[in-house]
């Protein structure tokens, strides 16, 4: 059966200086999986989503998105960027917005919504999310765990094709972190696509249809969440692995 891609990278290479970070990456993520990167600190896995959601600039290779290649100069980022969502492990979210705002915003301006239609969406969002009761609360008002309700709120407000998840509960207070997952648990039986970093292997070995470990900017391993988690190949897979049994 032909396999439908949302994501084609081919030959990706993103160097900071002389420091190269992504050496060669290939990696196709299909529509509707859940993909897991899993992988040490600063082996990529933050640069690799920023240069899908193109919060950075690849430095040689390709990313094809429905087959059309989004580091070309007339490639229209704007739009891309309201298909992708991204949450982050720090939140990101504005601090001088109310959580209704924050998830307003963007409907308003970038998708050119009303802000009667915008402010709907938003608060059926936030009701999702179980942020209903906290529509007016600033971030600052707000726990980790109720700040990234926000933003998984405010990314779900866009209608994504495709949410990337940076680590989104690694700066929670640990009893905050099982809503959160419970929350992306959830969208991943949308059908939603998901790419997501994260340490929280039992939860990636429960929800993901694909894993992929990177080790030094590069993919050492990928393949089903059974296969990366009960039988890995790769030496530096099954050492990175067993600091979490
Ligand atoms: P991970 O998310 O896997 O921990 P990162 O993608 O954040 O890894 O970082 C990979 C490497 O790239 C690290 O060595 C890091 O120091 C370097 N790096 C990341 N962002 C920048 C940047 N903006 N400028 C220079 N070096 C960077
Ligand atoms: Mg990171």
Same mark, same amino acid.
């Given at each position: 059966?032909?396999?439908?891609?949302?994501?084609?990278?081919?030959?990706?290479?993103?160097?900071?200086?002389?420091?190269?970070?992504?050496?060669?990456?290939?990696?196709?993520?299909?529509?509707?999986?859940?993909?897991?990167?899993?992988?040490?600190?600063?082996?990529?896995?933050?640069?690799?989503?920023?240069?899908?959601?193109?919060?950075?600039?690849?430095?040689?290779?390709?990313?094809?998105?429905?087959?059309?290649?989004?580091?070309?100069?007339?490639?229209?980022?704007?739009?891309?960027?309201? @298909? &992708? /969502? #991204?949450?982050?492990?720090?939140?990101?979210?504005?601090?001088? =917005?109310?959580?209704?705002?924050?998830?307003? +915003? !963007?409907?308003?301006?970038?998708?050119?919504?009303?802000?009667?239609?915008?402010?709907?969406?938003?608060?059926?969002?936030?009701? @999702? &999310? /179980? #942020?209903?009761?906290?529509?007016?609360?600033?971030?600052?008002? =707000?726990?980790?765990?109720?700040?990234?309700? +926000? !933003?998984?709120?405010?990314?779900?407000?866009?209608?994504?094709?495709?949410?990337?998840?940076?680590?989104?509960?690694?700066?929670?207070?640990?009893? #905050?972190?099982?809503?959160?997952?419970?929350?992306?648990?959830? =969208?991943?039986?949308?059908?939603?696509?998901?790419?997501?970093?994260?340490?929280?292997?039992?939860?990636?070995?429960?929800?993901?249809?694909?894993?992929?470990?990177?080790?030094?900017?590069?993919?050492?391993?990928?393949?089903?969440?059974?296969?990366?988690?009960?039988?890995?190949?790769?030496?530096?897979?099954?050492?990175?692995?067993?600091?979490?049994?």
């Amino acid at each position: 059966m032909e396999k439908d891609n949302i994501l084609t990278i081919q030959h990706l290479k993103k160097s900071f200086g002389q420091h190269e970070v992504l050496k060669d990456i290939d990696l196709q993520v299909q529509r509707g999986e859940v993909m897991t990167i899993i992988g040490s600190s600063g082996s990529g896995k933050s640069t690799l989503l920023r240069c899908l959601n193109l919060l950075d600039d690849a430095t040689a290779g390709e990313i094809l998105y429905n087959g059309q290649n989004i580091l070309d100069p007339n490639f229209n980022r704007i739009q891309y960027r309201a @298909k &992708v /969502g #991204m949450v982050f492990q720090q939140f990101n979210l504005f601090n001088n =917005l109310n959580a209704l705002e924050n998830c307003v +915003v !963007a409907q308003t301006t970038v998708l050119k919504k009303s802000p009667a239609e915008a402010e709907k969406n938003a608060l059926a969002q936030l009701e @999702k &999310v /179980g #942020m209903g009761p906290y529509v007016k609360a600033k971030p600052a008002q =707000l726990s980790g765990g109720q700040k990234q309700r +926000v !933003a998984i709120a405010r990314t779900l407000a866009m209608s994504p094709d495709m949410i990337l998840f940076d680590e989104p509960t690694s700066a929670l207070d640990p009893e #905050m972190v099982d809503g959160i997952l419970d929350i992306m648990k959830d =969208l991943a039986h949308t059908g939603l696509t998901m790419i997501l970093v994260t340490h929280e292997m039992g939860f990636a070995r429960d929800i993901s249809d694909h894993v992929v470990f990177m080790d030094q900017g590069v993919i050492a391993e990928q393949g089903s969440a059974e296969q990366i988690f009960s039988s890995p190949k790769n030496p530096r897979t099954q050492e990175f692995l067993q600091r979490y049994l």
